[in-house]
């Protein structure tokens, strides 16, 4: 399948660490075959840079299949690129041009420092995740599988909810930098099940704290995190945190 | 567990402050619109007038005027600090953004729509609510009231006035068209069932409402209603 083989320019932003000042470097990315993936095409890429005695373009990846979240690439405009409801590794050279230009940048926000070039720390939100994201309430022994009602409805959400994969396109998506989908995800994956429910009150009002320390932005509804989303996590999620968040304060006797 | 912040310094609550405020000048817009409306009874301002004395002399409606413009400067004040934040919380920008793939550009435009809508507000509370409460309204009409639609065909006699508040009012109708739904977002509600008639009403509003608005600076220059 050598067919069709293209010829890009790649524009990627290369710095050296969190408080060096960022640039573009322009990369010929020649002989690319379009059934590559766009993380593959970058270890071409790499290759030729490493064989050359030039430093590599340093990216986050690991599974290369879409349930990590690793790869964050923000690529000509749009986190994970020009396709809806996958990762960058998920992306396909065919979506681009022989002789296309493409710019590739990191996830920009506050809450997200550059390691390096592409790389970004996204501690913030494992700490969001330890500030609530879990049940610590003693649940007891494997039980029969139906020992606990729960409705299709209520399981369907929840394991849509669950689906997020902490990827952190939301955030990059986002004009403000707001983490509200990812945070909601989460928030809501637990709250709709029976044993979330119990600590639900204190796991929202942790989780939003923990997140407006951490930097991110105010959401404005703009819905730009949903439709970048690779796993479609919908904005009904932030609407149930919002009501969480306030049922929580006006009812917590703390 | 650790400590909790409070409500309204919360991101969320923030954006309650914003929706609710946003609601509340929603409200009022409808009963403007409706009483300014009365000049289409195209009775040399009779109705109007009647309206415009109701409003001027009830005690509640004046107290009620407190309440708009503290709401209005308080919407404006959060805005101003939400949009402040959000920007802190990127420091370095994208080089390229396509923001059209993802979003309403109005969505994304609603600090500087409503930079748009404050500045028409000056203008507007200038041409009519100085003159009417301060500078004073200088004849009567028929009824013996205050005559206001006087002041108001004097005002909107300029063309660059009527251009003035038509460009404002398409300004308003695009804040609306995003923030009318966005309220109820922001307190939590969006239900399958519900929020399809949220979204088709806050657009027929955003729509019709500003429409109507911007009618009467036209109408009364081009002397449809004299
Ligand atoms: C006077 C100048 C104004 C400014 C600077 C302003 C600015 C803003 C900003 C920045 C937002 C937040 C963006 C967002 O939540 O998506 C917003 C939201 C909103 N504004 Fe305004 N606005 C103004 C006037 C108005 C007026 C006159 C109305 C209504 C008659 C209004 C209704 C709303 C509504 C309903 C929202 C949505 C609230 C929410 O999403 O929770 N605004 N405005
Ligand atoms: S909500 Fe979607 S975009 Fe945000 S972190 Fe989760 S999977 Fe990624
Ligand atoms: S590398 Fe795991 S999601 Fe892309």
């Not at chain 1, 796993?231 to 009812?251: F, Q, W």
């Not at chain 2, 909107?156 to 609306?176: E, G, K, N, P, T």
Request: hydrophobic letters at 45%.
């Amino acid at each position: 399948m050598s067919h069709g083989n293209m010829n890009l320019t790649l524009k990627v932003w290369k710095q050296k660490n969190k408080n060096e000042k960022g640039r573009f470097e322009t990369y010929d990315a020649k002989g690319i075959s379009p059934d590559m993936s766009f993380l593959e095409m970058f270890d071409v890429v790499n290759e030729q840079l490493i064989s050359s005695g030039k430093e590599p373009i340093a990216f986050d990846h690991d599974c290369r299949e879409g349930i990590c979240g690793m790869c964050s690439m923000y690529i000509n405009g749009r986190p994970h690129g020009p396709k809806q409801g996958i990762t960058t590794c998920q992306l396909h050279m065919r979506s681009f041009k022989d002789g296309d230009t493409i710019v590739v940048e990191p996830w920009r926000s506050a809450a997200f420092p550059v390691i390096k070039d592409l790389a970004v720390d996204r501690s913030s939100f494992d700490r969001i995740m330890s500030a609530g994201g879990f049940v610590s309430v003693n649940t007891g022994n494997v039980k029969d599988a139906n020992n606990i009602l729960i409705g299709k409805n209520e399981a369907d959400e929840a394991f849509n909810a669950a689906a997020c994969i902490g990827c952190g396109a939301c955030v990059a998506a986002c004009k403000n930098s707001s983490a509200m989908l990812f945070v909601s995800a989460k928030v809501s994956q637990l709250a709709l099940l029976p044993q979330g429910q119990v600590e639900k009150q204190d796991r929202v009002l942790n989780m939003v704290k923990q997140m407006d320390e951490e930097g991110f932005g105010n959401c404005t509804n703009t819905g730009a995190c949903e439709a970048e989303c690779p796993k479609s996590i919908s904005l009904e999620n932030i609407a149930r945190m919002n009501r969480e968040y306030l049922g929580a304060t006006l009812t917590q006797n703390k | 567990m650790s400590k909790k912040a409070g409500f309204l310094s919360s991101s969320i609550g923030k954006k309650f402050i914003m929706g609710i405020t946003g609601l509340f000048l929603i409200s009022f817009l409808v009963v403007h619109c409706f009483l300014n409306a009365f000049i289409f009874f195209n009775d040399g301002g009779l109705m109007f007038n009647i309206g415009a004395h109701f409003m001027a002399t009830n005690w509640l409606i004046r107290a009620m005027e407190i309440v708009l413009f503290l709401g209005i400067i308080l919407h404006i004040v959060q805005a101003l600090v939400l949009t402040l934040e959000n920007r802190k919380a990127r420091p370095v920008a994208y080089h390229s953004t396509n923001g059209a793939a993802n979003s309403k550009w109005y969505s994304r435009s609603m600090g500087l729509l409503g930079t748009l809508i404050l500045m028409f507000l000056i203008i507007h509370l200038a041409h009519f609510w100085v003159v009417s409460r301060f500078t004073g309204i200088p004849t009567e009409d028929a009824n013996g009231h205050e005559d206001l639609y006087a002041v108001m065909q004097v005002t909107f006699s300029q063309l660059w006035v009527v251009i003035v508040y038509v460009l404002a009012m398409i300004s308003l109708a695009y804040h609306l068209m995003h923030g009318f739904q966005s309220a109820f977002q922001t307190f939590g509600l969006n239900h399958k069932k519900y929020t399809p008639l949220i979204k088709a009403l806050g657009l027929w509003f955003s729509i019709i409402v500003p429409l109507i608005f911007a009618l009467m600076p036209i109408a009364m220059y081009a002397g449809w209603v004299k």
